[in-house]
């Protein structure tokens, strides 16, 4: 028997027609499994549900330490490149102006910062969940790192709009809820040329139990057909300079939060990303 967070997937499965992941507990304890819940199609249609045992396993065994290994490179390798840094931001103050080396340091100083954002992005996929769950306003919490991309969004001439309704409730770790807003808009942001647009929406929705959705909607060029199952995969990306771990990092929060996350796409046309979260723990 599993726990009422599949219930909740399930329902949602049915009523929208789409797949739905979540990260179950069963009901008797024991490992996590992650399940994908799978509209079927013609008579007699019901759902499949595909499960993956969290269990202990010499394939998991091996996964821990090279979890373990990844993680203590990386946190040497980001010490080593807050020191380059450092470096170079005296450099660059120390320089005339008009130095012929200050492009050079402004392109090793954004280097450095790119280097920087890719190894706190192998260090947070690859520590261990340590939620701490509080009430939060999730319109407050978007509309607060909504504010961190408006220049961004601005020197790229892409609109960034916002319609958050107010009182959505959700049960989550407050840094994670900022990394998933923040991983998302950024998706978005990379996806979209010049001239679009950018909408993130919450609103209040129940699924079996209260909750509140995410929406974040681009009018970029959309995901191909063919790399569609492959988005949420760590290190995927169709993207020049991409880390490929955005996306994973989001779907993680997800799974973490007993939540669920999916898209619609249309090349060309945009991508909408999907999230809807828990008001309470599952």
């Known amino acids: 028997r599993l726990g009422p967070e599949a219930g909740v997937a399930l329902q949602a499965a049915r009523e929208a027609g789409l797949p739905q992941s979540v ?3 069963p009901a008797e304890g024991g490992g996590s499994l992650a399940l994908d819940w799978l509209p079927a199609a013609g008579p007699g249609a019901g759902h499949a549900i595909l499960t993956a045992p969290q269990s202990e396993s010499p394939d998991r065994e091996r996964t821990r330490f090279q979890t373990q290994l990844v993680s203590s490179v990386a946190h040497d390798v980001r010490d080593s490149i807050a020191a380059v840094y450092c470096g170079l931001h005296t450099l660059a103050q120390e320089l005339p102006e ?3 080396l200050q ?7 954004e280097e450095s910062e790119r280097a920087s954002r890719i190894t706190e992005d ?30 961004r969004a ?5 609109e960034l709009e916002a319609r958050l309704q107010s009182g ?4 989550a770790d407050l840094s994670s809820l900022e990394r998933l807003v923040g991983n998302l808009v950024e998706n978005a942001l990379d996806a979209t040329p010049p001239g679009g647009a950018l909408c993130v929406t919450t609103r209040a929705e129940s699924r079996g139990q209260p909750g509140a959705c995410l929406s974040v909607r681009d009018t970029g060029i959309g995901i191909k057909e063919e790399t569609r199952p492959n988005v949420f995969d760590p290190f995927f990306t169709d993207k020049h300079g991409g880390t490929g771990l955005g996306l994973a990092i989001a779907r993680r929060v997800v799974f973490d939060h007993s939540g669920q996350i999916h898209f619609d796409s249309e090349e060309g046309e945009g991508t ?3 999230v809807w979260l828990p008001a309470c723990e599952i």
């Open 154 to 158: 601005a020197g790229a001439s892409i």
């Open 23 to 25: 990260l179950a507990q």
């Open 98 to 100: 008009d130095s012929p």
């Open 103 to 109: 492009d050079l340091v402004a392109q090793a100083l």
């Open 122 to 151: 192998v260090l947070w996929i690859s520590r261990p969940s340590d939620l701490k769950r509080i009430e939060l306003d999730l319109d407050t919490v978007v509309h607060e790192a909504l504010s961190r991309y408006r220049k």
């Open 168 to 171: 959505c409730q959700v049960m």
């Open 272 to 274: 909408t990303f999907h």
